[in-house]
C-alpha cells in the first residue's frame, strides 16, 4: 500500500465561434492511498490498483469551469475513486483499462456545487524494466454531470467527451513508490457534446509532479505494477 500526492498546473485552449482563448491555471491537489494486488492471468504479469483519496482546494476558488470543463479546481474537498486492471502482453509494454471519478459533494463559498466527474479510459504504457520512465498512449471517456448554482442546474455546464491523449512520466528523485514524478499529458478531443453554450477545447496540457510514499508492504515494485503506474504519475 503506498500514499501519493500531485499537484496539477493545467495550459487549456478553447475556442466558441470566434473566441479564442487559452488560460493557464493550478489545479487542486490530489491525496490518494493505493493499494496493489499482482495475480497472474492467461500467463502474463497483471497489476489491478484501487486508489481512494480526496483534493485539496488550492484556494483558487472555481476555476473558470465554462472554459474548462474537466480540469478545474472546485474550492471544495471531494472524494476520489480510482481503478486500474493492466497486463504486460510483453516485456516493456502493458494495456489497461481505467476508471476515475470525483465526486463534488458541497457548495462553494458563492453557492455553487460544480457537476460530478466520471472518466473510462483504455491505454497501452511503454515502460522498459530499469527504466525511470514511460510513456503512454489512452483514448478516454469523460462524462460531467451538470453544475448547480443556489440549488438550481446550471444549463450551460457539463457534457461528453473522448480524447486521444498521449503521456510521460519520468522519476526524478527516489526510485519504486517511494520517489518524485515529473508528470505531462495532453488531451486531444475527438468528440465533444456539451450542454448549453460553452466553449470547446482546442487542447488542454496538464503537468505537475507526484510524490509517492509506502505506507507499509514492500517497497519494490513487480514488473506488472511497474508497467501499470502511470494512472496515478
Same mark, same amino acid.
Given at each position: 500500500?503506498?500514499?501519493?500526492?500531485?499537484?496539477?498546473?493545467?495550459?487549456?485552449?478553447?475556442?466558441?465561434?470566434?473566441?479564442?482563448?487559452?488560460?493557464?491555471?493550478?489545479?487542486?491537489?490530489?491525496?490518494?492511498?493505493?493499494?496493489?494486488?499482482?495475480?497472474?492471468?492467461?500467463?502474463?504479469?497483471?497489476?489491478?490498483?484501487?486508489?481512494? #483519496?480526496?483534493? !485539496?482546494?488550492?484556494?483558487? *476558488?472555481?476555476?473558470? +469551469? /465554462?472554459?474548462? &470543463?474537466?480540469?478545474? =479546481?472546485?474550492?471544495?474537498?471531494?472524494?476520489?475513486?480510482?481503478?486500474?486492471?493492466?497486463?504486460?502482453?510483453?516485456?516493456?509494454?502493458?494495456?489497461?483499462?481505467?476508471?476515475?471519478?470525483?465526486?463534488?459533494?458541497?457548495?462553494?463559498?458563492?453557492?455553487?456545487?460544480?457537476?460530478?466527474?466520471?472518466?473510462?479510459?483504455?491505454?497501452?504504457?511503454?515502460?522498459?524494466?530499469?527504466?525511470?520512465?514511460?510513456?503512454?498512449?489512452?483514448?478516454?471517456?469523460?462524462?460531467?454531470?451538470?453544475?448547480?448554482?443556489?440549488?438550481?442546474?446550471?444549463?450551460?455546464?457539463? #457534457?461528453?467527451? !473522448?480524447?486521444?491523449?498521449? *503521456?510521460?512520466?519520468? +522519476? /526524478?528523485?527516489? &526510485?519504486?513508490?517511494? =520517489?518524485?514524478?515529473?508528470?505531462?499529458?495532453?488531451?486531444?478531443?475527438?468528440?465533444?457534446?456539451?450542454?448549453?453554450?460553452?466553449?470547446?477545447?482546442?487542447?488542454?496540457?496538464?503537468?505537475?509532479?507526484?510524490?509517492?510514499?509506502?505506507?507499509?508492504?514492500?517497497?519494490?515494485?513487480?514488473?506488472?505494477?511497474?508497467?501499470?503506474?502511470?494512472?496515478?504519475?
Amino acid at each position: 500500500m503506498s500514499f501519493s500526492i500531485s499537484l496539477p498546473l493545467i495550459i487549456n485552449r478553447s475556442v466558441n465561434l470566434n473566441f479564442d482563448k487559452q488560460e493557464t491555471n493550478v489545479g487542486d491537489i490530489s491525496l490518494l492511498v493505493r493499494h496493489f494486488s499482482s495475480p497472474r492471468l492467461f500467463s502474463k504479469p497483471t497489476n489491478i490498483q484501487l486508489a481512494i #483519496g480526496s483534493t !485539496i482546494p488550492t484556494g483558487n *476558488g472555481i476555476t473558470n +469551469v /465554462i472554459t474548462d &470543463e474537466k480540469n478545474f =479546481a472546485s474550492g471544495t474537498f471531494d472524494p476520489i475513486i480510482s481503478m486500474i486492471a493492466a497486463i504486460m502482453f510483453k516485456p516493456g509494454w502493458s494495456f489497461d483499462t481505467r476508471f476515475f471519478t470525483r465526486q463534488i459533494l458541497s457548495y462553494d463559498n458563492n453557492r455553487t456545487k460544480i457537476g460530478d466527474l466520471y472518466s473510462y479510459g483504455f491505454n497501452i504504457t511503454f515502460a522498459p524494466v530499469g527504466a525511470s520512465y514511460n510513456i503512454n498512449s489512452q483514448i478516454k471517456f469523460i462524462n460531467r454531470e451538470q453544475d448547480i448554482f443556489n440549488d438550481i442546474t446550471f444549463a450551460n455546464s457539463g #457534457g461528453d467527451y !473522448i480524447y486521444f491523449t498521449p *503521456g510521460f512520466s519520468k +522519476v /526524478i528523485f527516489g &526510485e519504486g513508490e517511494t =520517489a518524485i514524478r515529473f508528470w505531462s499529458e495532453v488531451d486531444i478531443p475527438l468528440y465533444q457534446y456539451v450542454q448549453g453554450i460553452q466553449l470547446t477545447e482546442k487542447f488542454s496540457i496538464r503537468f505537475g509532479l507526484n510524490f509517492g510514499l509506502t505506507l507499509f508492504g514492500h517497497k519494490s515494485k513487480t514488473k506488472a505494477q511497474k508497467a501499470g503506474n502511470s494512472l496515478f504519475d
